[in-house]
């Protein structure tokens, strides 16, 4: 069983930033890509951007382009969501994501596995 574990969540001023990690375990971690996603209150949960296996290759979403970075280190089965120039329209539930794709699909339903999100809030 997948398990993905979320955190680095919290309440940050606008203009701030937040690293997000998310801790894999259950499967061989490394082959697959890890992906973002988010969810604000009352939206539909959106793609925020994904990383493959190698790291090599990263997609973001427009809306986040520029000020987000996503790492991994396949060492310690974590991936990362570096977020800076937080501004309020970013607050959402951030959650982190996996499947059995190698390549980056920006649909949520490609992903198999999720986290639990953490919370992210930006004031203005």
């Known amino acids: 069983q997948v398990s993905l574990v979320e955190s680095g969540g919290g309440l940050v001023q606008a203009g701030g930033s937040l690293r997000l990690s998310c801790a894999a375990s259950g499967r061989t971690f490394s082959r697959y890509v890890m992906a973002w996603f988010r969810q604000a209150p009352g939206k539909e949960r959106e793609f925020v951007g994904a990383i493959t296996w190698s790291g090599g290759s990263t997609v973001y979403a427009d809306s986040v382009k520029g000020r987000i970075t996503i790492s991994r280190d396949n060492a310690k089965n974590t991936v990362y969501l570096q977020m800076n120039s937080l501004q309020p329209e970013d607050t959402a539930v951030y959650y982190c994501?996996?499947?059995?794709?190698?390549?980056?699909?920006?649909?949520?339903?490609?992903?198999?596995?999720w986290g639990q999100g953490t919370q992210v809030t930006v004031s203005s």
């Open positions: 994501a996996t499947g059995r794709s190698l390549v980056v699909h920006m649909a949520s339903a490609f992903y198999d596995y």
